[in-house]
């Protein structure tokens, strides 16, 4: 069992930046996540790092602008988000790896956190 504790979300204009962390309750070499839900919308996937951090993902939509980042001494998982649109406006989600499905799939995600709020105003 692992608890999730995200943070750093707030209230940002278009073309700022913001660090979300996702703080674990123990350390695991899971792969974790980041998925976003915005109002009316699916879950989709962010990005996410492996379990050793030498690889990471994104979605086509964040490449470029958002690095997912991990620390093992802290047991943390950052994103920090660069150049933010009000696209990008969204709960947004820690998750750690189970077993199975690919890693951009939400239902291979065993662990999730509660969410921190993301808002860009233009």
């Known amino acids: 069992q692992v608890q999730l504790v995200e943070s750093g ?9 913001l660090r979300l962390s996702c703080a674990a309750s123990r350390r695991t070499f899971s792969s ?22 030498g ?8 490449k470029g602008r ?8 802290k047991n943390t998982v950052a994103l920090q988000m660069n ?13 750690a790896r189970g077993m199975g499905w690919g890693i951009s799939d939400l239902r291979g995600y065993a662990y999730w956190g509660q969410g921190t709020q993301v808002t860009v105003s233009s």
């Open 32 to 53: 974790y996540g980041w998925f976003r839900q915005a109002p009316g919308k699916e879950r989709e996937f962010v990005a996410a790092i492996s379990g050793s951090g």
């Open 83 to 95: 150049s933010v649109t009000p696209e990008d406006t969204a709960l947004y989600y820690c998750a």
């Open 66 to 73: 958002f690095t997912i980042s991990r620390d093992y001494a």
């Open 9 to 17: 979300g707030g209230l940002v204009q278009a073309g700022d930046s």
């Open 55 to 62: 690889v990471s993902y994104y979605s086509d939509s964040v």
